[in-house]
């Protein structure tokens, strides 16, 4: 079945270490977007990629970066410099025409 | 930028009665996407119900209807027949067709059901 694929679940950073969330797709679609989302509250937009090699900053990239080296995978780095980065962090990617959305089911990162 | 605009931050519904959620959105394209998603404590995003900018009949998926008003900019989700398993999150989001760039969600209404 073709989908999004996240991981690692749950990841702990420790103070100061950069760590790299994994988002998968099969669904040979262009566009990836990452997402954040704290408790009870709505998504906000890190970064998105329209294509392989090229990704733009959203809402809030500060303290993140990603990649786009091939057109199934866009990991995303959060780096120390991101001084609050406990929070639920989602990966869509919709489909060319607009009318479907995927979502990975997530990871939970916690700082401790 | 377009925006999404959830005003209802939380709702309460008494199970078997029926709940109207509200989203705005401002655009300058004419053909696009909405949908409505819904988020359980799992965290896993679910489809409810999608509405094409083009189609005027409001979309319908079995208890979940929407009121789509292209002119005033409004997309409200209609719930009937509540049940205890339609609480969750729901978010309102929109996606521009053939534009890559542009993918927004609201922030959010709680929907609390009460037995």
């Known amino acids: 079945d073709g989908g999004i694929t996240q991981s690692p679940k749950y990841l702990f950073r420790k103070e100061g270490q950069n760590v790299t969330l994994s988002c998968e797709q099969n669904?040979?679609?262009?566009?990836m977007y990452w997402y954040r989302q704290d408790p009870g509250q709505g998504l906000r937009l890190i970064y998105y990629?329209?294509?392989?090699?090229?990704?733009q900053k959203g809402d809030i990239a500060e303290g993140y970066s990603v990649s786009r080296e091939k057109k199934e995978s866009f990991p995303l780095t959060v780096t120390s410099a991101q001084k609050n980065p406990t929070a639920f962090y989602l990966c869509?990617?919709?489909?060319?025409?607009?009318?479907?959305?995927?979502f990975g089911e997530g990871s939970w990162l916690t700082v401790v | 930028a377009q925006t999404v605009t959830q005003s209802q931050p939380e709702m309460s519904v008494q199970e078997a009665e029926t709940v109207t959620l509200s989203c705005t959105y401002d655009?300058?394209?004419?053909?696009?996407?909405l949908f409505w998603y819904k988020q359980p404590p799992s965290r896993q995003m679910i489809l409810v119900i999608r509405?094409?900018?083009?189609?005027?009949q409001n979309a319908t998926e079995n208890r979940f209807s929407v009121n789509f008003q292209k002119a005033a900019k409004s997309f409200s989700l209609k719930i009937s027949d509540s049940q205890l398993g339609d609480a969750a999150m729901y978010f309102c989001?929109?996606?521009?067709?053939?534009?890559?760039?542009?993918?927004?969600f609201g922030a959010g209404t709680r929907l609390t059901v009460k037995p």
């Open positions: 509405q094409e900018a083009y189609k005027q």
């Open positions: 990629s329209q294509i392989v090699n090229d990704f």
């Open positions: 669904l040979n679609h262009d566009a």
């Open positions: 655009t300058s394209e004419s053909d696009y996407y």
């Open positions: 989001a929109y996606r521009a067709s053939y534009n890559n760039n542009d993918m927004r």
């Open positions: 869509a990617s919709p489909n060319l025409s607009g009318n479907t959305i995927y």
